[in-house]
Each structure stands twice: as structure tokens, then as C-alpha cells.
């Protein structure tokens, strides 16, 4: 193992041990919400790709999950690469703020931090409720870990939340100057009722009760943005069937529970603890 490339992440990190769960795909789509409640965000991303174009989105998604993919799991080079081309196209983009008029680069800090926490928040609110184990300071080292990710799509790490206290605090803040534009309620309006290429019709079938969980994961503040109710019961209603959900995957045998590369993630962690195990032994 000493001298092989992991990427940002590798063995012993919290993300390698919450990204690779199934249940994490609620997470996944929990962030467009959440992340779609920055207006000038939302803007940016509206007008700039095919996200509000039925026939073009599943493209788009995609291209993003593949992002996410080598982010976590990729080599240095790997994420050096897809690293420059986001923020190269980026960097070419801006958006038009239709509150004032103003043009707005896409690429602004404000707009690049808030994506980011979206994501941040979405993974480890939903891994943590599921019941994925993880120890309060674990999960203070996940959001940590996920600086090194901020950094890659331009970000200085020096600026993002380090711990949940930091990450909560980002977000009371960040109440006061959010709400659900027109495009982020269209979006979550096609969450129920997607169009989908004819391969994933049953998805379409199933969006409703998919639809109904992910909402239900958002903060009640959050909800209440997008004009749902914010009730403590749909919160438990959201956890309770999180925990089924992971009990549920847990089930299934891990070579077909987890994708190739988490697969692999999880042989290096156990590989990685043996050699520590060993060492301790031996010293």
C-alpha cells in the first residue's frame, strides 16, 4: 500500500467509510434541493446548462455523478484533471441576477461554498440519520476531509466550515440571504414527475415516494422556503425510513451492495487496519 496514489481521501477517511453506501443517493439528490435555494446559484446553473431541459438533464446528472465519483475516489491526477476542466468552464460562465439586472460570474465564491455545503451537509445528515456509525467527532472529520474537495472546484479550504459546529453556523447565516426561486421550485416539481429516457421508466414510477422521502430530509427551514410543512414529525418520518433503507442494503452481499470503486475503498481500509493493527502488535 505505501507509495500508491488514493487520491484525496484513502484509507482511514471518514469519507471512504460514508460515501460508497447506497443510502447516500438520497443525500445526492437532498443537495440539488438545498443547493437550488441559493437563488443566484440557481440562476447561474439555470441558465448556463441543460438542467431545466428534460431531454438534455440525465446527461448533465450524469456528468456530475461521474465528477463526485473521481473526486472521492480517484487518483491525484485524476482529480487534478477533472478539477481544471470545472473550473476552467467555470470560469467562462456567468449568470444574470433577476432580482437586479446585475450579471454575476458562476464561479463566485459565495455561489462555489454554497454548492459545496450543500453537498456536505446532504451526505452526512443522511448517512448519520440512516445510522451509518459514526462517532461525533468522525463526523467533524468528514466535513474536514471535505475541504480538500472544496479546493477542487476553486475554493480555498482556508474559507470553508472545518467541523459541524462551523457548518451550522455557515447555515444560520446563510438563511437570511436565501429563498425558493420560481427554478428551484420547478425543479423540485419535476423531482415527482421526471422525465426520463425509456430505460428508466420504473424510476418514473417510483419518483412520487422517492420524491416524498428526499423533502422530508431537508431542514424544516428548508421546507418551509419551498412552501412544504416544516414538521418535527416529518423529520422522524424521514429517519425512521432512512434506518430501514440502510438495514435494508445491508443485506444485500457487498459485491453487489457497492460500487467497484467503493468496493475497492473498503478492501484498502480493511487492508490499511490490519497494518496498523500489526504495527501496534509489534511495537
Given at each position: 500500500?505505501?507509495?500508491?496514489?488514493?487520491?484525496?481521501?484513502?484509507?482511514?477517511?471518514?469519507?471512504?467509510?460514508?460515501?460508497?453506501?447506497?443510502?447516500?443517493?438520497?443525500?445526492?439528490?437532498?443537495?440539488?434541493?438545498?443547493?437550488?435555494?441559493?437563488?443566484?446559484?440557481?440562476?447561474?446553473?439555470?441558465?448556463?446548462?441543460?438542467?431545466?431541459?428534460?431531454?438534455?438533464?440525465?446527461?448533465?446528472?450524469?456528468?456530475?455523478?461521474?465528477?463526485?465519483?473521481?473526486?472521492?475516489?480517484?487518483?491525484?491526477?485524476?482529480?487534478?484533471?477533472?478539477?481544471?476542466?470545472?473550473?476552467?468552464?467555470?470560469?467562462?460562465?456567468?449568470?444574470?441576477?433577476?432580482?437586479?439586472?446585475?450579471?454575476?460570474?458562476?464561479?463566485?465564491?459565495?455561489?462555489?461554498?454554497?454548492?459545496?455545503?450543500?453537498?456536505v451537509d446532504s451526505y452526512l445528515d443522511v448517512a448519520r440519520r440512516a445510522g451509518v456509525p459514526l462517532t461525533a467527532a468522525e463526523a467533524d472529520a468528514f466535513v474536514d476531509e471535505q475541504r480538500r474537495a472544496a479546493e477542487v472546484v476553486g475554493l480555498d479550504p482556508v474559507n470553508v466550515p472545518a467541523s459541524v459546529q462551523d457548518m451550522r453556523d455557515y447555515y444560520a447565516d446563510m438563511r437570511r440571504q436565501i429563498w425558493a426561486?420560481?427554478?428551484?421550485?420547478?425543479?423540485?416539481?419535476?423531482?415527482?414527475?421526471?422525465?426520463?429516457?425509456?430505460?428508466?421508466?420504473?424510476?418514473?414510477?417510483?419518483?412520487?415516494?422517492?420524491?416524498?422521502?428526499?423533502?422530508?430530509?431537508?431542514?424544516?427551514?428548508?421546507?418551509?422556503?419551498?412552501?412544504?410543512?416544516?414538521?418535527?414529525?416529518?423529520?422522524?418520518?424521514?429517519?425512521?425510513?432512512?434506518?430501514?433503507?440502510?438495514?435494508?442494503?445491508?443485506?444485500?452481499?457487498?459485491?453487489?451492495?457497492?460500487?467497484?470503486?467503493?468496493?475497492?475503498?473498503?478492501?484498502?481500509?480493511?487492508?490499511?487496519?490490519?497494518?496498523?493493527?500489526?504495527?501496534?502488535?509489534?511495537?
Amino acid at each position: 500500500m505505501e507509495g500508491e496514489d488514493y487520491g484525496l481521501f484513502g484509507p482511514g477517511s471518514v469519507t471512504w467509510k460514508v460515501m460508497g453506501e447506497p443510502v447516500l443517493v438520497v443525500g445526492g439528490v437532498r443537495a440539488l434541493l438545498l443547493q437550488g435555494l441559493h437563488p443566484r446559484s440557481m440562476w447561474g446553473t439555470a441558465q448556463n446548462s441543460e438542467l431545466m431541459d428534460p431531454n438534455a438533464a440525465w446527461a448533465r446528472l450524469g456528468r456530475t455523478v461521474e465528477f463526485v465519483r473521481v473526486r472521492t475516489y480517484g487518483t491525484r491526477e485524476e482529480v487534478d484533471r477533472v478539477g481544471r476542466r470545472v473550473r476552467k468552464l467555470h470560469s467562462k460562465l456567468t449568470g444574470l441576477d433577476l432580482r437586479t439586472g446585475e450579471t454575476f460570474p458562476v464561479d463566485d465564491p459565495e455561489n462555489l461554498l454554497w454548492v459545496h455545503m450543500g453537498e456536505v451537509d446532504s451526505y452526512l445528515d443522511v448517512a448519520r440519520r440512516a445510522g451509518v456509525p459514526l462517532t461525533a467527532a468522525e463526523a467533524d472529520a468528514f466535513v474536514d476531509e471535505q475541504r480538500r474537495a472544496a479546493e477542487v472546484v476553486g475554493l480555498d479550504p482556508v474559507n470553508v466550515p472545518a467541523s459541524v459546529q462551523d457548518m451550522r453556523d455557515y447555515y444560520a447565516d446563510m438563511r437570511r440571504q436565501i429563498w425558493a426561486c420560481r427554478e428551484a421550485r420547478e425543479g423540485m416539481r419535476r423531482l415527482f414527475n421526471p422525465s426520463v429516457p425509456r430505460q428508466f421508466l420504473p424510476l418514473k414510477l417510483a419518483a412520487p415516494a422517492i420524491g416524498a422521502l428526499v423533502v422530508s430530509t431537508l431542514p424544516r427551514w428548508a421546507r418551509r422556503m419551498y412552501g412544504l410543512p416544516g414538521l418535527p414529525t416529518s423529520d422522524l418520518a424521514a429517519t425512521l425510513a432512512l434506518k430501514g433503507l440502510y438495514r435494508t442494503t445491508r443485506v444485500i452481499p457487498e459485491r453487489y451492495r457497492y460500487s467497484p470503486d467503493a468496493q475497492r475503498a473498503r478492501r484498502l481500509t480493511r487492508e490499511h487496519e490490519d497494518d496498523l493493527l500489526t504495527w501496534s502488535i509489534a511495537s
